[in-house]
């Protein structure tokens, strides 16, 4: 069982940075592929990024190519959404996912366990 609590969301700029956090409980943490997906108001959920159990890969969706970097701290339990140069269209909420199956994250934007999500909302 992993259990997930997001941070650092709210109000930025066109242009501006967050980063956000999500704190994993459970020992098998650095067993999981963690990401982080996204839902704006009446729009479908969408991947954002994934990062591999080692940290060797990564993965993002293209919009978000060069912008944002996910990153972990296996020794913390955590993982991190660095967003640079943010868009309104970034505006959603933003949760935390981990699942062993990378292809479910990426493909089917499905994972085994979530977080409640942050809010970021991006003016312009």
């Known amino acids: 069982q992993v259990q997930l609590v997001e941070s650092g969301g709210g109000l930025v700029q066109a242009g501006g940075s967050l980063r956000l956090s999500c704190a994993a409980s459970?020992?098998?943490?650095?067993?999981?592929?963690m990401g982080w997906f996204r839902q704006a108001p009446g729009k479908e959920r969408e991947f954002v990024a994934a990062?591999?159990?080692?940290?060797?890969?990564?993965y993002y969706q293209d919009s978000v190519k060069g912008r944002f970097t996910i990153s972990r701290d296996n020794a913390k339990n955590t993982v991190y959404l660095q967003m640079n140069s943010l868009k309104p269209e970034d505006t959603a909420v933003y949760y935390c996912?981990?699942?062993?199956?990378?292809?479910?994250?990426?493909?089917?934007?499905?994972?085994?366990?979530w977080g409640q999500g942050t809010q970021v909302t991006v003016s312009s």
């Open positions: 996912i981990a699942d062993t199956n990378l292809r479910a994250i990426v493909v089917r934007t499905s994972a085994d366990y």
């Open positions: 459970g020992r098998t943490f650095s067993t999981y592929v």
């Open positions: 990062i591999s159990w080692s940290s060797s890969s990564t």
